[in-house]
């Protein structure tokens, strides 16, 4: 009976182990760790600071007017288009490296909002600004996009209307050697083939239901 019972003990054991190594197929790595054993924990890093310059408000117009760069005919049109708000865009910035972030500046007219120029000022060491770009052009507008100052013109026909351009020049700067230079230049041609349909579609009629008696006769049908 003694060598009965403990035959019989293996075998309970020997089963026991043959379900825990069969579940899901992995076995026992299908648990997770034993409870005695430390959960290792993933600690989030901070990211690392100072890698993006801080940005300093700037009054942008009062930079635009004291800028001997600014050309007369904007400088002229500088003024408020409702109340106290002037047609100013301002974006902030790094581009250029510098230890506070650049600032450009879109100006446009009060009577159609079309840009006439953009400016990028940098911020040097003693807090002033000094303007390292400048484009005076109809409908121009500057953009930071990944660090690169990113610059779209609209290109106007001899008879294209203000709200038709006939299509735009993007061109990508990057700032080396103390000044923007360009790295990459994108025109667009914009289609005309759409021009002039309005009204000249046809015409769509109401659908009609069916007339029964019309319907095809179908096999086995009386």
């Not at 006939?166 to 914009?190: L, Q």
Request: net charge negative.
């Amino acid at each position: 009976m003694a060598a009965g019972g403990t035959a019989l003990a293996g075998l309970v054991a020997f089963g026991l182990f043959s379900v825990g190594c069969s579940t899901g197929g992995t076995g026992t790595r299908d648990e997770g760790p034993a409870g005695s054993q430390p959960v290792a924990q993933i600690t989030q890093q901070p990211s690392p600071s100072g890698t993006t310059p801080p940005v300093r408000r700037v009054d942008a117009v009062r930079l635009l007017k004291s800028d001997p760069k600014v050309g007369e005919r904007v400088r002229e049109g500088l003024k408020p288009c409702a109340g106290k708000a002037y047609p100013v865009d301002t974006s902030y910035g790094s581009m250029t490296g510098g230890r506070t972030a650049d600032v450009v500046v879109n100006v446009m007219s009060c009577a159609d909002s079309v840009s006439v120029g953009t400016y990028v000022y940098r911020a040097d060491d003693d807090g002033s600004y000094k303007n390292v770009f400048a484009a005076e052009v109809p409908a121009v507008y500057g953009t930071i996009d990944r660090g690169d100052l990113v610059v779209t013109t609209q290109v106007y026909g001899s008879k294209d209307p203000l709200a038709s351009p006939s299509g735009s020049e993007v061109v990508t700067y990057r700032w080396a050697s103390d000044r923007f230079t360009e790295h990459d230049r994108v025109h667009n041609d914009f289609s005309r083939a759409v021009e002039g349909t309005d009204g000249e579609l046809p015409v769509q009629t109401e659908p009609v239901a069916p007339d029964p008696a019309d319907e095809p006769a179908q096999p086995g049908r009386n």
